[in-house]
């Protein structure tokens, strides 16, 4: 099995390539020779260009959750989710050209896009965690792919950016934040509808039983219960 160092080895010269030439031209063979692995290295660290991308993500997720000190513990929410999203455009810097390679692949290469989308979104889950949202649940995986997709429209203007101070990126956050934040409330808001409409419709339910004296059979089919009998066999109301 091949060392950590070798794969990072291999990770590196892979982003050094993507920034180079393109994602499609990155092969097998030439990301081996760049690395100076063996083929059989290569595929028993990294099978496939999603597994490299995968690896790629982890390294951000890493450095981004080490940076994340807790002194921001008394901010809200929001403030927290910009300034750990702020760290991941900041880790990913050295990157750049790499980051713009991937993402121009994927504008033109829908399969690819739909590939890299759950390792984005699961790095989104992480950020969230890191600053204090809860991600988990089926709210969660939602916020999640709605932050994955909001930070990929972040990255677009940090792309096009020459300012290092970043004026237009944070700004452009800012923005994919308020969206986010009327989205959140709404999916609430539309949360809270869903059980209060399932809790009426289960009191309707239960009153229609009571009405009708009826019953659910072993697969929860409401059906009518079975007319009561006297000793002769006559129907009894």
Known sequence: MATVKTQQKILDSFLDLLAETSYAE?????????????????RDC????????????SRIDRAVLDEQAGDMDDQPPRDRLFDV?????????????????????????????????PIAVRSQRWMLEAAGIDA??????????????????VIDVWL?????????????LDKELDRGEGFVRMLDRAGKLTGLVATAGDMLRRRSRRERDWETDDW??????????????????
Do not use: C, W, Y
């Open 136 to 153: 988990s649940g089926l709210r969660g995986q939602i916020i999640a792919q709605g932050v994955a997709v909001a930070f990929a429209r």
């Open 220 to 237: 929860g089919n409401v059906v009518p219960e079975e007319a009561k009998t006297d000793e002769d066999g006559k129907t009894v109301h």
């Open 26 to 42: 990155v092969k097998p063979a030439l990301l081996a020779a760049r690395a100076g692995v063996k083929m059989s290295v290569l």
């Open 85 to 117: 999203l702020m760290t991941r455009i900041d880790t990913l810097a050295p990157h750049k050209g790499a980051v713009g390679a991937l993402m121009k692949t994927m504008r033109s290469d829908p399969m690819l896009a739909l590939e890299v989308n």
């Open 46 to 57: 990294f099978p496939s260009k999603r597994s490299l991308v995968e690896a790629f993500a």
């Open 160 to 172: 096009r950016e020459e300012d290092e101070g970043m004026p237009r990126t944070m700004a452009a």
